[in-house]
């Protein structure tokens, strides 16, 4: 089993930025791929940004060139640097993960962004 917990969610004004946490339980030396996902009120949960063991990412096509996912295997932590934010940014964000087997979620952050 895997704990995920993210932080970093906030209330923040449209153009301001914020960088999510995600702390893993287990080490991320051995994932498969991690990232983060979101949810919107009345909305499907959709993928923002994944990193892979190699290291390729990939983003949402809302999310490129505005945010940024990285990690560090030192702390076991997965970020998402989110520059010029938008109020349709807002949403749940949650922190996924899978090591070659089950997928772990966490509980999810709120990121609100205000106009």
């Known amino acids: 089993q895997v704990q995920l917990v993210e932080s970093g969610g906030g209330l923040v004004q449209a153009g301001g930025s914020l960088r999510l946490s995600c702390a893993a339980s287990r080490s991320i030396f051995t994932i498969n791929i991690m990232g983060w996902y979101r949810q919107a009120p009345g909305k499907q949960r959709e993928l923002v940004a994944t990193?892979?063991?190699?290291?390729?990412?990939n983003y949402a096509s809302s999310a490129k060139g505005r945010f940024t996912i990285s990690r560090d295997n030192a702390t076991n932590t997965v970020y998402l640097q989110m520059n010029s934010l938008k109020p349709e940014d807002t949403a749940v964000y949650y922190c996924?993960?899978?090591?070659?087997?089950?997928?772990?979620w966490g509980q999810g952050t709120q990121v609100t962004v205000s106009s």
């Open positions: 996924y993960a899978n090591y070659h087997g089950p997928d772990y």
């Open positions: 990193i892979r063991a190699i290291g390729s990412t």
